[in-house]
């Protein structure tokens, strides 16, 4: 194993020092605790916005705290979820009277110690709701989850729900709109090569130089088919054809586009991918109302990419657009 760390067992530690010495006008870790918080948290009346999961998805979350998304950022050790007590430091720090919202991605821990903390917030009296996302069409089930897992497609809802929380939106309106873009959104990954967790010291999964597997997890879960690398642009066929196969479009209708790199892909794969599933979508007469492609959710030095598709309509447009201060999320 080659990576640049000092203790494998204080990669988080050491990674959120670092982030916030980076950033110390914009962000502040709470005290004991692996939460990183928009500066100047709590904002009076606005409802907050709390997200998290293990770490390793960098920049996801905490690169994603800023005015217009995420008030909040709970990181868990590497690829596992945090705990109860530290989901609850992150939602009391955010409150600012008008409630907590969870953007929760669908993982068994992630669900289950989000919802203990809010369950030990409102026995203090603050008003907390949450979605679920569970984006991810590969599997019904995985060994992570029951249901879909919840992944790139998550970096929608923190943009979308947090505009509207920035637009002076109640805990009931930035509810109906973050359940708005579950409903709308969709993606699927692919691998080339495994990633490898600094306390293991080995790789997750194998996969022989001519292998890639389609439909795998962020955590590097097994995904619904192992074969021979092809072309880019059949990876981006394959991916957006289970996508579309899923959502239903028909033309006319209009989707915002991410390339996501799982953390090993350059920007140049990234934007072939691109170039195919804009093709793909415009022989369909499906509109393209916005594109991102880079690294919004990956999966430590996994080699490989995801495709997600969100339907919009005129509500999540506006709040796309929207203004975002938080560090990571680019256009």
């Known amino acids: 194993m080659k990576k640049i760390v000092n ?4 990669v988080v530690e050491e990674m959120l020092q670092g982030f916030v010495a980076a950033h110390p006008d914009d962000v502040k870790q709470l005290p004991g605790t692996t ?11 606005k409802v907050g916005l709390v997200s998290g999961g293990g770490s390793g998805h960098e920049p996801a979350h905490a690169g994603y705290v800023g005015e217009g998304m995420l008030d909040a950022a709970v990181a868990g050790e590497v690829f596992t979820s945090p705990t109860p007590d530290q989901v609850f ?9 008008s409630g907590v919202f969870l953007v929760i991605k669908n993982y068994t821990g992630d669900v289950m110690n989000f919802e203990m903390a809010a369950e030990m917030a409102e026995a203090e009296g603050i008003k907390v709701q949450q979605v679920v996302v569970n984006d991810d ?20 809802v923190h943009k979308i729900a947090g505009a509207k929380a920035a637009q002076g939106g109640s805990l009931d309106e930035v509810k109906a709109v973050a359940d708005k873009v579950v409903a709308n959104v969709r993606s699927i990954g692919m691998a080339l090569t495994p990633c490898t967790v600094p306390a293991a010291g080995e790789p997750s999964f194998v996969l022989e130089e001519d292998e890639m597997e389609v439909g795998i997890g962020i955590h590097g879960e097994p995904g619904i088919e192992r074969k021979k690398v092809t ?16 959502m239903k479009l028909t033309g006319g209708e209009e989707v915002a586009v991410m390339v996501n790199g799982l953390g090993a892909t350059p920007e140049m794969e990234l934007y072939i991918v691109n ?11 499906i509109k393209i109302y916005d594109t991102f492609v880079g690294e919004y ?5 996994m080699a490989g990419c995801s495709v997600t598709l969100l339907k919009v309509d005129q509500e999540l447009k506006n709040l796309l657009e929207a203004d975002s201060k938080a560090l990571a999320f680019r256009r």
Not at 35 to 45: C, T, Y
Not at 141 to 156: E, K, L, N, P, V
Not at 275 to 285: A, I
């Open 275 to 285: 170039r195919k599933v804009n093709e793909l979508l415009s022989d369909k007469g």
């Open 137 to 156: 069409v590969a599997v019904e089930d995985s060994s992570f989850t029951t249901g879909r897992r919840g992944i790139a497609g998550t970096i929608f």
């Open 35 to 45: 939460v990183i918080a928009r500066k100047d948290a709590p904002v009076s009346n």
């Open 297 to 301: 959710m990956t999966s430590l030095e």
């Open 89 to 97: 430091e992150a939602i009391k720090a955010v409150d600012g009277g």
């Open 7 to 10: 203790d494998p067992n204080k």
């Open 231 to 246: 072309s880019a642009d059949d990876i981006a066929t394959e991916l957006t054809e289970k996508v579309l196969e899923d």
